[in-house]
């Protein structure tokens, strides 16, 4: 499945050069008396190697939580997997692998059975046990925020110190991948018994440990020496808040910053040019679309949402946001997944927008509305938008920028009317349920849809283990989504990086997952 997967994606574009960036320290050209050539040479060079212990990397958004059970934000998710690991995880390929399981094995439908890799220490030197397990994976029952990947366990039943079962309440076809999201990471019991402050001191059994949250600037991180898979090549992480796209490009140019996240998509064909810098620009499983409160009018409207459907043309967006950086989503549930289908979705049809407008029994007057856009690349697209939406249906748009963490609260607590946002996931499924089960609600389905149809099929596919099965429910969960229109789906963003070429062992999935442990400069 996983290869079928991959030649669906568009084709990968990875420029990877040759020639790196040099470090060096500053110098006053003052000369310190009877120092010879070969010691200058040598003290630059060891300040060299001093500078390689060092990744900086540059990233568009600050995240609002370094816990894991408190946030659902990829900007969290990118410090969470430095200071924490799952019972699993998935690899670049999107196949699931054993994290901190040593070994496996399912008993019955119900009954899953377990076992921990011996000898793991927490940062703060304590053991992991199964008790750990038990109290982590239970306190992401209980949080709202990342609930929704806990659902498809009931109970942790220890056997002992290192052997583990969870109890199901029947087949569970997305355990072992809930089981790698962050909110179920592992940290340790007496901890979360304690009420200790996570986001202010995160311990976990991760490769990385935080030094500093100065917040609105940088986190900065240090290797864990004791990590139980050897200590990371790279001995510091920094990352630095640059909101502005163009700040990132420049800071990476002169050597400020290593690795960009967000890349600024105008910047691409630029940063390929040049020598020291490496571009990677793969299709990806990110979905991006304008999400509405569908509980407040006008978006309570389904004709008026297919409206909104059919008067924005995604290519524009695409050129204008993301520089060609991406393709055109139509159907709800993006078609890179098997079963998927734009069968019955609303595509790009300017007279047909009026058609649905005027079948709403709206005016464009009373149709006007507000739209957060929480980065650059979301302000480009919302402009698209806004001049597409006043065009075809004479309906006034505003746009309002806002910092990622104050979006993410307002979105999530249905304080709003409409917002750019976006979805990785790495199955069908895990995004059905993220963004459209009711249970979500208050969480990542921000559009707030509560239907009783997508949630008995969600469900549905939730207990099906046979694959062909479960892509038939997808495509019928897909044309009722498509004709129920919650949202207005936009693009699949590629994934796009630039980094100093020096850097080996650069990886990233198609959910955008990326090991920074297994990263390391070059000679």
């Not at 039943?157 to 109890?167: A, L, R, T």
């Not at 505003?398 to 607590?413: G, P, V």
């Amino acid at each position: 499945m996983k290869k079928n997967f991959m030649r669906a994606l568009a084709p990968v574009l990875v420029c990877s050069m040759a020639l790196g960036l040099t470090a060096c320290g500053s110098n006053s050209g003052e000369t310190v008396a009877g120092e010879t050539k070969a010691a200058q040479e040598a003290e630059q060079g060891e300040a060299a190697a001093s500078a390689r212990d060092t990744l900086v990397i540059a990233t568009a958004n600050e995240t609002s939580s370094l816990t894991t059970n408190l946030h659902n934000a990829t900007a969290g998710d990118y410090m969470n997997e430095l200071t924490h690991n799952g019972l699993f995880l998935l690899d670049e390929n999107l196949e699931i692998q054993p994290d901190l399981v040593e070994s496996y094995e399912t008993l019955s439908d119900t009954e899953w059975k377990f076992k921990l890799i011996e000898g793991v220490k927490f940062h703060n030197g304590a053991e992991l046990t199964t008790k750990d397990v038990k109290a982590s994976l239970m306190q992401a029952k209980n949080s709202p925020e990342v609930a929704q990947f806990a659902q498809s366990f009931k109970e942790i039943e220890i056997i002992d110190d290192y052997n583990f079962k969870i109890i199901t309440d029947g087949p569970q076809a997305q355990l072992l991948n809930d089981l790698t999201h962050h909110g179920n990471y592992i940290l340790p019991a007496d901890l979360i018994e304690s009420g200790h402050d996570f986001n202010k001191e995160p311990i976990g059994t991760g490769p990385y440990t935080l030094v500093e949250w100065s917040k609105g600037e940088s986190v900065s991180f240090t290797a864990n020496p004791n990590y139980f898979k050897g200590e990371a090549p790279i001995k510091n992480i920094i990352w630095k808040i640059i909101p502005e796209g163009s700040s990132r490009t420049m800071a990476l140019e002169s050597g400020e910053v290593d690795l960009i996240v967000e890349v600024e998509t105008t910047d691409v064909t630029r940063l390929k040019d040049n020598s020291s810098v490496a571009v990677y620009d793969e299709a990806s499983t990110h979905l991006n679309f304008m999400m509405i409160n569908t509980e407040k009018a006008p978006f309570n409207n389904a004709d008026f949402r297919k409206a909104m459907c059919a008067a924005i043309d995604r290519d524009a967006i695409i050129q204008v946001a993301l520089n060609g950086g991406g393709s055109p989503c139509y159907s709800q549930l993006p078609t890179c997944f098997p079963g998927t289908t734009d069968e019955g979705a609303t595509t790009y049809d300017p007279e047909q927008a009026k058609a649905y407008l005027a079948a709403s029994g709206l005016s464009a007057a009373e149709c006007g509305f507000s739209l957060i856009c929480s980065d650059d690349t979301k302000l480009r697209a919302g402009q698209v938008i806004q001049s597409c939406l006043k065009e075809a249906l004479g309906v006034d748009v505003a746009l309002e920028s806002m910092d990622l963490a104050t979006y993410l609260d307002q979105t999530a607590s249905g304080d709003y009317q409409a917002a750019i946002g976006g979805f990785t996931s790495d199955t069908v499924l895990s995004l059905a349920k993220g963004i459209f089960h009711s249970s979500a609600i208050n969480a990542s389905n921000k559009t707030r849809t509560n239907d009783p149809k997508v949630d008995a099929l969600i469900d549905e596919m939730l207990v099906t283990v046979d694959q062909a099965k479960s892509a038939e429910l997808a495509t019928e969960l897909a044309k009722y989504l498509n004709e129920l229109c919650p949202q207005v789906p936009l693009y699949l963003k590629n994934n796009t990086r630039a980094y100093n070429a020096d850097l080996q062992g650069f990886n990233c999935g198609a959910s955008g997952g990326t090991s920074y442990y297994n990263m390391s400069w070059g000679n």
